[in-house]
């Protein structure tokens, strides 16, 4: 098992980020890729059906129907209060309270700021080769 998706279905999921629908059909990752903030949602099982507290989660076809705990969504950005967004990181957990604390969303995006600088650094370093081979 890879998180609470397997093997097979690893990588099949794909996120919206169009602005023009309303969050319900972004999900969590597309909501938090345009509003450039951490979204936790808590999840529980209500008769073999995945509930949530946040309304921009939607279950994965691939979610274990017994799944409760937690799903966090964070930001990968350059940190500057009009910087793009580079993706999102995800994590969940079996424990409903496990990114409730608010230390623990700090780190995470410092985590996800230490992403983002090291893939514009990539990208910058990338360009700069491409310009001195031309």
């Known amino acids: 098992m890879h998180g609470w998706v397997d093997e097979e279905s690893k990588g099949q999921t794909r996120f919206c980020i169009d602005s023009r ?9 597309g909501e938090v890729f345009l509003t450039r903030r951490i979204i936790v949602a808590h999840i529980s099982d209500k008769k073999g059906v995945l ?10 076809p691939h979610s274990k129907p017994s799944f409760c705990g937690s ?3 964070v930001p990968v950005t350059t940190g500057e209060e009009t910087g793009d967004c ?3 990181l995800c994590f969940d957990s079996y ?15 410092i985590v996800a700021t230490r992403i983002a600088e090291v ?4 990208m ?7 310009i001195s081979v031309k």
């Open 119 to 122: 893939l514009i650094s990539l």
């Open 71 to 73: 799903l966090i969504g």
């Open 86 to 88: 580079l993706g999102v």
């Open 51 to 60: 509930r949530s507290d946040e309304a921009s989660y939607i279950p994965s």
């Open 21 to 29: 629908k309303d969050s319900s059909t972004r999900g969590l990752a």
């Open 95 to 109: 424990n409903s309270t496990a990114f409730d604390a608010p230390i623990v969303r700090d780190i995470l995006m």
């Open 124 to 130: 910058r370093e990338k360009t700069r080769k491409e």
